[in-house]
């Protein structure tokens, strides 16, 4: 939280934070709007590499305007990084009334 803390603070914006229950596509408007398509481009085929799966993905398209931009992650991101004490006690979260845990806004 506190990487996208200072990612906030550098964009100039708000970040609102919404974790979408877990095997609950029906509340994930991408679940809908996008999977699908990446889906069909993949139907009958084998995945050879992760560039070969990026191609495809990059040429979904849609006659509504959806076009579809995917990117290979550059950077290998350490994980269990932990916010320090000082983060933690003064921290800046916004929680939502409902559902704090999981919807929140970290302010710019």
């Known amino acids: 939280m506190l990487r996208m803390h200072r990612l906030a603070i550098g964009l100039g914006i708000p970040i609102r934070v919404a974790h979408l229950p877990p095997y609950c596509s029906k509340y994930n408007p991408i679940d809908h709007r ?4 990446l889906t069909a481009a993949l ?10 799966m990026q191609m495809l993905f990059s040429e979904v398209t849609t006659r509504r305007g959806l076009k ?9 991101y350490q994980s269990g990084i932990k916010a320090n004490s000082e983060f933690r006690k003064n921290e800046p979260t916004q929680r939502d009334a ?3 845990q999981f919807n929140y806004v970290l302010p710019n």
């Open 68 to 76: 579809v931009v995917c990117e290979l992650a550059r950077k290998v």
């Open 98 to 100: 409902q559902l704090g």
């Open 34 to 37: 996008l999977f699908c398509h």
């Open 43 to 52: 139907s009958g085929r084998l995945v050879e590499s992760l560039s070969w």
